[in-house]
Nanobody
Framework: QVQLQESGPGLVKPSQTLSLTCTVSGASITTDYYYWGWIRQPPGKGREWIGNIAYSGSTYYSPSLKSRTSISRNTSKNQFTLQLSSVTPEDTAVYYC???????????????RGQGTQVTVSS
C-alpha cells in the first residue's frame, strides 16, 4: 500500500519561500510511469493543481504558478519536495502530495495521497 506524508512549516511569512516535503512509502518514486504531484485547496475554494514530478525526474507545472514553483526529488530518501517562492496570503491553503495519473494530471490514483498540511502565509 502506497502511503504519502507531507512535512514542513505551517507558517510562512509573505515574500518568503514555502518548502514542503512528501515522503513516500510502499512504492519507489522512480517506478516506471509513476507520477507524483502537489495539489492545494485554499479556504473556501476548490482544489488547485500545482505541479508534478515524473518517475524520470521530469517536472510539469501549472501555468499560473510555474514562475514561482520548483519540484525536486531525493531518490535515496524516496521523497519529493515543493518550493513555492514569493508567497502571499493568497497562497494560504491545505497542501497535499499524491500519486497522480499523468504528467499534467491532478487526478489521484487509488486515493494515494497524504493527509494534507495546512500552510498559512502571514506576517
Amino acid at each position: 500500500q502506497v502511503q504519502l506524508q507531507e512535512s514542513g512549516p505551517g507558517l510562512v511569512k509573505p515574500s518568503q519561500t514555502l518548502s514542503l516535503t512528501c515522503t513516500v512509502s510502499g512504492a519507489s518514486i522512480t517506478t516506471d510511469y509513476y507520477y507524483w504531484g502537489w495539489i492545494r485547496q485554499p479556504p473556501g475554494k476548490g482544489r488547485e493543481w500545482i505541479g508534478n514530478i515524473a518517475y524520470s525526474g521530469s517536472t510539469y507545472y501549472s501555468p499560473s504558478l510555474k514562475s514561482r514553483t520548483s519540484i525536486s526529488r531525493n531518490t535515496s530518501k524516496n521523497q519529493f519536495t515543493l518550493q513555492l517562492s514569493s508567497v502571499t496570503p493568497e497562497d494560504t491553503a491545505v497542501y497535499y502530495c499524491a500519486r497522480v495519473e499523468g504528467p499534467y494530471s491532478a487526478r489521484v490514483v487509488d486515493d494515494n495521497r497524504g493527509q494534507g498540511t495546512q500552510v498559512t502565509v502571514s506576517s
